[in-house]
């Protein structure tokens, strides 16, 4: 009885044997590969219209939750709590030049004429005009020289770039052919959060010169217009990503892309900020553009380098959903981007044009390198020296040599005649003289 217990029970044996765990392990492994070819490489990508539609949906949502927080921060927080919060410098301010009266933009919008409510949109065919000049020497300097070219590539090739990704090399820029156009301008007057202030109490769209919002610190005038742009605006890229693990290069995969803005519509807004002196602020300018924008893109990309993957979706859509979310986070509202602007007073080094030939020495300095400037502002002074030398010798050679005038003639006539017993008429020929009686 003793010798039944001591004994150990039997193991069950194993339902599967290692052939067939090992049959299932391969076959689970092709299904993950086949799922992840199916719906990752070749998976359908969403119609560019519902893309554009679901983004724009997240960028209002985003943009009233915004909004519906700073309305909620201003109901909590009172008004006088506010101004007291932004402390300014008490100055003495100058008894001689007169401080004008406190301008509001209902006020400037009185004196020049502009009405919010009834103006109609500008066409800004003019401001086109001068950004599509603008844009051509862009473009024209561009291909003078690699300068954007270098910056790009040193750029991509940066302190963000990831480890797995080798040297990217660009192989393609394209900076378009056609030009923005700006039309529907109109002026709205917002606060210093940026809201519209062209909206009355019961929702109707009417401004109130005289209302709080307007006077308080802060508003200012906006100005927004429509922006279109279809053109093809190209930059190609190469790189391999590398697999570095179990150890370094243990795979190396090419890749190609390349990626072209087909068309981009939507707002934007600019406003001023003026400078402001307690605080020792420049006069910033400001611009966004709002939410309901669209951005389309040209994906096109490679993968490998015998059996090549050609625009694969699912590549192309990361890359959409990157470049937007790099847009987003840059210069959409509530977001936006701010330019210190500099002093606009009149200023002898900001003038140009004139015939003075040093001006012109320091012009080509500028323009052509320092050495070559300073030879040629050097050239400049010493031929100035020249002439003043040359016309100084000449005033001291007639200083030296009497002038032949009336009086000097007289003069040598009394000795002519005191030494030849006769009088030189004045005018008269030559050897002639006329004896006078004494």
Not at 280 to 302: A, C, E, I
Request: proline residues 7%.
């Amino acid at each position: 009885m003793a010798a039944a217990t001591d004994t150990c029970p039997m193991k069950p044996e194993p339902t599967l044997s290692f052939t067939q765990g090992l049959i299932v392990g391969q076959i689970s492994v092709v299904l993950l590969l086949a799922a992840f070819i199916r719906f990752f490489i070749f998976g359908e990508a969403p119609s560019p219209e519902v893309t554009a539609s679901i983004r724009a949906a997240e960028r209002r949502s985003r943009t009233l939750a915004h909004r519906q927080s700073i309305l909620t921060l201003r109901s909590t927080t009172p008004t006088t709590a506010r101004s007291s919060q932004q402390p300014t410098l008490n100055k003495k301010k100058s008894s001689i030049l007169r401080s004008p009266p406190t301008l509001t933009i209902g006020s400037i919008l009185n004196k020049t004429y502009y009405n919010v409510d009834s103006h109609q949109p500008e066409s800004l065919d003019w401001f086109n005009v001068l950004i599509a000049q603008t844009i051509a020497q862009f473009r024209s300097d561009a291909q003078q020289d690699d300068a954007i070219l270098t910056s790009l590539t040193k750029a991509l090739n940066g302190t963000s770039r990831p480890s797995f990704l080798n040297e990217i090399k660009v192989t393609e820029l394209t900076l378009g052919e056609d030009f923005p156009i700006f039309s529907n301008c109109r002026i709205i007057p917002v606060d210093e959060d940026g809201l519209s202030l062209n909206t009355g109490p019961n929702g109707e769209k009417r401004f109130d010169a005289n209302s709080s919002r307007a006077k308080r610190e802060g508003s200012r005038l906006q100005a927004r217009m429509d922006v279109d742009l279809s053109d093809m605006i190209t930059l190609a890229l190469e790189t391999k990503i590398l697999l570095n693990y179990p150890k370094r290069l243990t795979a190396v995969l090419p890749v190609a892309l390349a990626v072209s803005v087909v068309r981009f519509s939507g707002t934007l807004s600019i406003s001023f900020i003026p400078s402001n002196p307690s605080q020792s602020t420049p006069t910033m300018m400001t611009f966004s553009f709002l939410d309901d924008y669209r951005l389309d893109f040209s994906v096109r990309s490679l993968v490998g380098s015998r059996s090549r993957l050609q625009d694969v979706p699912k590549i192309a859509q990361l890359v959409e959903s990157r470049l937007h979310r790099w847009f987003d986070e840059r210069a959409v509202e509530p977001r936006f981007q701010e330019i210190a602007l500099p002093s606009l007073w009149p200023r002898k080094k900001n003038t140009r044009g004139g015939d003075d030939p040093l001006e012109a020495a320091s012009t080509a300095s500028s323009s052509m390198g320092k050495g070559k400037g300073r030879e040629i502002a050097k050239d400049v002074r010493e031929e100035a020296f020249k002439e003043f030398q040359a016309e100084a010798a000449a005033g001291q050679r007639r200083e030296l040599s009497p002038p032949d005038s009336l009086r000097y003639r007289r003069a040598r006539g009394r000795d002519d005649a005191s030494s030849t017993g006769g009088f030189s008429m004045p005018g008269s020929l030559p050897g002639m003289t006329l004896d006078l009686p004494t």
